[in-house]
Structure formats: structure tokens, C-alpha cells
């Protein structure tokens, strides 16, 4: 991936544009703060790599609004997405890591994936579509499929769905919906919602449950 025929870019500048993109596709601006927060660094360390972007072309500035991916952004962004869970699919379905280990170990990977190797890997297991947590994966040509489904919050009490999506870059939280069996594929009620901003009772394989509303709210169903 190159920013100019002289510049290769960094695995710290792939990284910023895919957190860019996820805060893009999640409806969030991606000002210095939020950028800061996503990728885990001061929002002084952000600032000065969003100005490196916008001078390399990958986005665009808006003054008080933060930044844009611009097209060769979004491609190098796609493509980093592609090959992390390309990775994760491969390590979830050939290898048998666990759910909540997988987005730690295509991060260890995904950089030296070869185009070569991201092929075969997308051939052998049959060109899928998402990653083990529910997320779209990039087809060959950078397409993405949007996330169409609703969140179990939107669900009306009584109402059974099945889990499409869950939250990929947090271990412990992705451990404890696994015990619930609170994972894609597996079907859920809603029983009811607590008063006052309580929290969303459900009802999975494991039994009936209290989570709380941001974490229901971060849990897509279809």
C-alpha cells in the first residue's frame, strides 16, 4: 500500500484510516477527540497524524468537524478491514481460536498478509461474507455491505431474533457474551425492559439475563 511511488505507508497510517472508517460507519465524526479514543493515543499524538493524512491526500479536513476518508483513503481502509477478517474468519473456522481471541490475533497479522495469501485464504473458506462477530467483510473489490439490522434495544419485549453482530475488540466482553451463548447465529427474546434507563432482561440458550442498555444497544439482531 503506497500513499506515493516514494512512501509506503505505515502500519500506524493503516490503522488510523481503518479506525477512521469505523467511526465513519458508525455515524460518528471523526474529530482529533474520538479519533484519539479509537486509536488508543493522546489526542496530541492524533492531531499531528491526521495533518500527516490530510498532507498525504487519504483525508479530508473540515475545520470543528474533524476529518474525511478521501477515496484512496477509504480503499487503503477497506483493505486493511479485508485482510483483519479475512484473518479472523480463518482463525475462527480452521483453527478454532475462541471468539474473543480472534480481532487480537488478526491485528498480530493482518499488516503481513500477502495478496497472495489473503486469496487463498478467502478461496478456502469459500469467499465469506462476515467475520466471526457478525461484521461485513470487504469483498475482492472493496465493497462492503452496510449493517442493515436492528440492535436487540429495538426489539419489543416478547419479540425473538437471531444475533448478527456483537462488539470485536473487547476480550473480556466478547468472554462474557460467549457464556451467554449471546453470539451470531444464536436466537434471543427480549423480555422486558427495566424502568427508568434500567437495564434490557433477555432471554438466550443459557437462561434469562440483565444487560445493560449501551451493551444491548451495541448487539445488532435480524
Known amino acids: 500500500m503506497n500513499a506515493t511511488p ?14 477512521i472508517f469505523k467511526l465513519e460507519s458508525s455515524g460518528q465524526r471523526a474529530t482529533t477527540t474520538n479519533v484519539a479514543e479509537a486509536a488508543g493515543v493522546s489526542p496530541a499524538s492524533a492531531s499531528v497524524m491526521l495533518k500527516r493524512l490530510a498532507a498525504l491526500g487519504l483525508v479530508r479536513h473540515t475545520p470543528y468537524r474533524g476529518v474525511e476518508l478521501s477515496d ?45 495469501l489473503e486469496k487463498r485464504i478467502d478461496a478456502l473458506l469459500g469467499h465469506p461474507t462476515h467475520d466471526p462477530h457478525g461484521h461485513p467483510i470487504p ?43 449471546l453470539v451470531p447465529g444464536r436466537d434471543v427474546e427480549l423480555s422486558s ?26 448487539i445488532g439482531v435480524a
Open 72 to 116: 484512496s483513503g477509504r480503499r487503503v481502509a477497506l483493505e486493511v478491514i479485508r485482510h483483519h477478517r479475512l484473518l479472523e474468519q480463518y482463525l475462527a473456522e480452521t483453527l478454532g481460536v475462541p471468539l474473543e481471541d480472534v480481532h487480537a490475533e488478526a491485528d498480530r497479522l493482518e499488516h503481513a498478509l500477502s495478496e497472495e
Open 6 to 19: 516514494n512512501e509506503p505507508l505505515s502500519d500506524a497510517i493503516q490503522d488510523y484510516l481503518r479506525e
Open 193 to 218: 425492559f427495566a424502568p427508568f434507563g434500567g437495564p434490557v432482561t433477555l432471554r438466550c440458550a443459557t437462561g434469562e439475563h440483565a444487560i445493560s442498555r449501551e451493551l444491548a444497544g451495541s
Open 139 to 181: 469483498d475482492a473489490e472493496l465493497n462492503i455491505a452496510d449493517h442493515a439490522e436492528r440492535s436487540l434495544l429495538e426489539l419489543h419485549p416478547g419479540e425473538t431474533a437471531t444475533v448478527a453482530h456483537v462488539p470485536d475488540d473487547d476480550a473480556e466482553l466478547l468472554r462474557y457474551l460467549a457464556s451467554l451463548e
